[in-house]
């Protein structure tokens, strides 16, 4: 696509659910990230892929967390057992070569947890 | 790893004013994106500039990798150009991994 997707644009979940967030690069693009936007915070790393190399889960901040990226497309975070502490935005960006080109934000997935 | 800080951390600025962000990094980059966030989240790249100069339209950004510091040039400032304003860099020596944000600065400019 034209740009960089995400699904849902918000989400409204209860403590203790599992909620999933997908994310659609930009078509031919091999790297992808998420970050985590806490409210009035800068952006914290999650988790990156690059094609078939085994992703770098560095920044996964618990083992709750998990995400994969099927076919080297699209991908999906996975929250278990939210804790009201998830309550973020998580954006999604994506790099045809993160050493030539920038980098490709989504509009990002808003996940209040009450 | 790396560290990026920026300065000011907020702004005010009259419409029509100019104005110039700073971005220091603590080792040497090979990426380095200046980013705007609007009021409703969006993230929008603004320049790719992991040296040299590049300008668009009012925008400009000038990054010396030798002296670790870029900036962003702000002219004749509107109130869209209000919001925060992050510069991100990626560490030379950690191949394809995370982009490190700086705290950044949050620009508002008043009518």
């Known amino acids: 696509g034209a740009g960089v997707s995400q699904s849902p644009s918000n989400k409204v979940t209860e403590k203790g659910k599992d909620v999933e967030l997908r994310c659609d690069p930009i078509?031919?693009?091999?790297?992808l990230y998420w970050y985590r936007q806490s409210l009035g915070q800068g952006l914290e790393f999650l988790i990156y892929?690059?094609?078939?190399?085994?992703?770098?889960k560095s920044g996964l901040p618990s083992d709750r967390f998990s995400a994969e990226r099927t076919g080297g497309s699209v991908s999906t975070l996975t929250i278990q057992r939210t804790q009201q502490e998830d309550s973020a935005v998580y954006l999604c960006?994506?790099?045809?070569?993160?050493?030539?080109?920038?980098?490709?934000f989504g509009s990002g997935t808003r996940l209040t947890v009450v | 790893g790396i560290q990026v800080e920026q300065s000011p951390p907020d702004l005010i600025l009259q419409e029509g004013a100019n104005s110039t962000l700073r971005c220091n990094f603590s080792?040497?980059?090979?990426?380095l994106q200046w980013f705007h966030q609007n009021p409703w989240g969006q993230l929008i790249n603004l320049f790719y500039?992991?040296?040299g100069t590049k300008q668009n339209g009012r925008l400009s950004a000038t990054t010396v990798a030798t002296e670790r510091y870029s900036l962003l040039y702000i002219s004749s400032s509107q109130t869209t150009d209000s919001g925060v304003y992050f510069c991100?860099?990626?560490?030379?020596?950690?191949?394809?991994?995370?982009?490190?944000f700086g705290a950044g600065t949050i620009l508002r400019v008043k009518s």
């Open positions: 960006a994506s790099s045809l070569d993160p050493g030539i080109y920038g980098y490709t």
């Open positions: 078509s031919g693009h091999t790297a």
């Open positions: 892929f690059q094609g078939n190399s085994a992703p770098d």
């Open positions: 080792d040497s980059v090979n990426n």
């Open positions: 500039i992991p040296s």
């Open positions: 991100a860099a990626r560490d030379f020596m950690e191949y394809g991994n995370k982009l490190v």
